[in-house]
């Protein structure tokens, strides 16, 4: 159990497009989800916190209006990268922690590349 | 913010060594959580401590957390290649990453 999914795994766009980014949690409802991006050999930055049904809360120095984020179901977020720039490109990953509890549970990745 | 620090960052041995890895800070958690990671792939969890003292063993992995719920560590006994990755502790608290310990385990 504790499944989540990423959708694209890897995605390759042109720079001043937007890119959306799928997690899913397969098979438990999760009131929060989390959001990181991680830079060749470093660990992972926590981007925001997506909440179900309200505002994400983004973290210093993290573009709200650049990263969007919606958590519209509690099984489903989405980050959509506007106006992508190549210092974009990166590995994002999303996790999600099942409701009443506090494990989180990772998503394989999103791999992308602004060119 | 919380601030983990691990340490090493890096380590490379031979297999059947033993080694200890170290997640510290300056915070109390509520609880700590390690993950291993490899290469394209997200984050997979290992473990989460709770109690001050606490001792948790997976295998050949034994997990500390300090009495003062402040540091954790991970000690591996007879490592082999498979456990080649990055160690990653997290505070449950701000769900914040240590920088990670890269470990290479040589056959």
């Known amino acids: 159990g504790a499944v989540v999914s990423q959708h694209p795994s890897r995605v390759i766009c042109k720079s001043g497009t937007s890119v959306k980014i799928e997690c899913r949690s397969l098979?438990?409802?999760?009131?929060?989800m989390f959001w990181y991006r991680q830079f060749p050999k470093q660990s992972l930055m926590l981007m925001a916190t997506?909440?179900?049904?309200?505002?994400?809360?983004?973290e210093q120095g993290v573009e709200k209006d650049k990263f969007l984020i919606n958590h519209a179901s509690l099984t489903l977020s989405t980050l959509t990268v506007t106006s992508a720039h190549p210092e974009d490109s990166s590995f994002y990953i999303c996790?999600?922690?099942?409701?009443?509890?506090?494990?989180?549970?990772f998503g394989p990745g999103t791999r992308l590349t602004v060119t | 913010t919380q601030l983990l620090e691990q340490s090493p960052q890096f380590l490379s041995i031979q297999e059947g060594e033993n080694l200890t890895v170290y997640c510290n800070s300056s915070?109390?958690?509520?609880?700590l959580q390690w993950y291993r990671q490899e290469p394209g792939e997200g984050p997979v969890l290992l473990v989460t401590v709770v109690t001050g003292g606490e001792v948790k063993k997976l295998k050949r992995l034994t997990f500390q957390f300090g009495d003062a719920r402040k540091d954790s560590s991970l000690h591996i006994t007879a490592a082999q290649p498979g456990d080649t990755g990055l160690y990653l502790c997290a505070g449950v608290d701000d769900m914040r990453f240590g920088a990670g310990t890269r470990l290479t385990v040589k056959p």
């Open positions: 996790s999600a922690i099942p409701g009443g509890g506090y494990e989180q549970y």
């Open positions: 915070s109390v958690f509520s609880s």
């Open positions: 997506s909440n179900e049904g309200s505002k994400a809360t983004y």
């Open positions: 098979d438990f409802q999760a009131t929060t």
